[in-house]
Protein backbone atom coordinates (compact mmCIF):
# COMPACT_ATOMS: atom_id res chain seq x y z
CA UNK A 1 0.00 0.00 0.00
CA UNK A 2 0.47 4.16 -0.11
CA UNK A 3 0.44 6.17 2.73
CA UNK A 4 0.85 9.83 1.95
CA UNK A 5 1.42 12.43 5.25
CA UNK A 6 0.84 15.78 4.53
CA UNK A 7 1.86 19.03 6.79
CA UNK A 8 2.29 22.60 6.83
CA UNK A 9 -1.12 23.77 6.76
CA UNK A 10 -2.28 26.48 9.12
CA UNK A 11 -3.66 29.87 9.56
CA UNK A 12 -2.58 32.86 7.36
CA UNK A 13 -3.81 36.32 6.33
CA UNK A 14 -4.59 36.97 2.70
CA UNK A 15 -1.13 37.92 0.63
CA UNK A 16 0.71 35.46 2.90
CA UNK A 17 2.04 32.56 2.24
CA UNK A 18 2.31 28.61 2.69
CA UNK A 19 4.04 25.78 2.09
CA UNK A 20 2.52 22.32 2.05
CA UNK A 21 4.63 19.20 2.10
CA UNK A 22 3.55 15.47 1.45
CA UNK A 23 5.57 12.46 2.08
CA UNK A 24 5.22 9.43 0.53
CA UNK A 25 5.89 5.88 1.73
CA UNK A 26 5.36 1.94 1.07
CA UNK A 27 4.51 0.78 -2.76
CA UNK A 28 5.45 3.59 -4.48
CA UNK A 29 7.23 2.06 -7.03
CA UNK A 30 4.97 2.68 -10.68
CA UNK A 31 3.70 6.05 -9.60
CA UNK A 32 2.50 8.45 -12.51
CA UNK A 33 1.97 11.39 -10.41
CA UNK A 34 1.73 13.53 -7.45
CA UNK A 35 -0.34 16.43 -6.41
CA UNK A 36 -2.88 18.16 -4.71
CA UNK A 37 -6.45 18.71 -4.37
CA UNK A 38 -8.52 20.72 -1.88
CA UNK A 39 -12.20 21.04 -0.40
CA UNK A 40 -13.86 23.73 0.39
CA UNK A 41 -16.54 23.54 2.91
CA UNK A 42 -20.11 22.58 0.89
CA UNK A 43 -18.39 21.72 -2.38
CA UNK A 44 -16.72 19.16 -3.98
CA UNK A 45 -13.16 18.14 -3.79
CA UNK A 46 -11.24 19.78 -6.80
CA UNK A 47 -7.91 19.41 -8.76
CA UNK A 48 -4.99 22.40 -7.74
CA UNK A 49 -2.00 21.14 -8.94
CA UNK A 50 0.12 17.51 -10.03
CA UNK A 51 3.78 16.79 -10.78
CA UNK A 52 4.83 13.83 -13.16
CA UNK A 53 7.02 11.54 -10.64
CA UNK A 54 9.94 12.07 -13.21
CA UNK A 55 9.13 15.78 -11.80
CA UNK A 56 9.52 17.37 -15.66
CA UNK A 57 5.54 18.03 -16.11
CA UNK A 58 3.48 19.91 -13.88
CA UNK A 59 -0.44 21.36 -14.32
CA UNK A 60 -2.45 23.46 -12.26
CA UNK A 61 -5.66 24.77 -12.34
CA UNK A 62 -6.50 28.19 -13.88
CA UNK A 63 -7.21 30.08 -10.10
CA UNK A 64 -3.92 28.99 -8.52
CA UNK A 65 -1.28 30.15 -12.00
CA UNK A 66 1.14 32.46 -10.79
CA UNK A 67 0.93 31.80 -7.29
CA UNK A 68 1.08 28.26 -6.28
CA UNK A 69 3.89 26.34 -7.56
CA UNK A 70 4.31 22.48 -7.18
CA UNK A 71 7.33 20.86 -6.37
CA UNK A 72 8.86 17.35 -5.83
CA UNK A 73 12.22 16.08 -3.99
CA UNK A 74 12.56 12.41 -5.62
CA UNK A 75 15.73 11.16 -3.19
CA UNK A 76 13.01 11.93 -0.16
CA UNK A 77 9.74 10.79 -2.12
CA UNK A 78 8.41 14.33 -1.39
CA UNK A 79 5.65 16.95 -2.96
CA UNK A 80 5.74 20.25 -2.20
CA UNK A 81 3.48 23.39 -2.92
CA UNK A 82 4.26 26.53 -2.48
CA UNK A 83 1.50 28.61 -2.00
CA UNK A 84 1.84 32.72 -2.32
CA UNK A 85 -0.57 35.61 -2.71
CA UNK A 86 -3.33 33.27 -0.85
CA UNK A 87 -6.68 34.53 -0.60
CA UNK A 88 -9.61 33.87 1.29
CA UNK A 89 -11.52 31.55 -1.33
CA UNK A 90 -8.18 29.60 -0.99
CA UNK A 91 -9.54 28.38 2.10
CA UNK A 92 -9.74 24.32 2.14
CA UNK A 93 -8.73 20.78 3.44
CA UNK A 94 -5.76 20.67 1.19
CA UNK A 95 -5.41 16.26 0.20
CA UNK A 96 -2.14 15.12 -1.49
CA UNK A 97 -2.55 12.83 -4.28
CA UNK A 98 -0.28 9.72 -6.00
CA UNK A 99 -1.37 8.11 -8.61
CA UNK A 100 0.09 4.42 -9.49
CA UNK A 101 -0.76 1.74 -12.01
CA UNK A 102 -1.56 -1.69 -10.31
CA UNK A 103 -2.09 -4.37 -12.61
CA UNK A 104 -2.58 -2.39 -15.58
CA UNK A 105 -5.03 0.24 -14.10
CA UNK A 106 -4.82 3.39 -12.44
CA UNK A 107 -4.96 3.74 -8.83
CA UNK A 108 -5.18 7.36 -6.36
CA UNK A 109 -4.32 7.10 -2.81
CA UNK A 110 -4.84 9.87 -0.47
CA UNK A 111 -3.28 11.17 2.38
CA UNK A 112 -6.13 13.14 5.46
CA UNK A 113 -5.89 16.69 4.75
CA UNK A 114 -4.24 19.88 6.55
CA UNK A 115 -6.62 22.79 6.69
CA UNK A 116 -5.59 26.02 5.24
CA UNK A 117 -7.65 29.20 6.23
CA UNK A 118 -6.82 32.61 4.89
CA UNK A 119 -8.28 35.56 6.72
CA UNK A 120 -9.45 38.61 5.04
Known amino acids: QVQLVESGGGLVQAGGSLRLSCVAS????????MGWFRQAPGKEREFVAT????????YYVDSVKGRFTISRDNAKNTVYLQMNSLKPEDTAVYYC?????????????WGEGTQVTVSS
Open 26 to 33: GRTFSSLS
Open 97 to 109: NLKRVVAGVANSY
Open 51 to 58: ISWSGDST
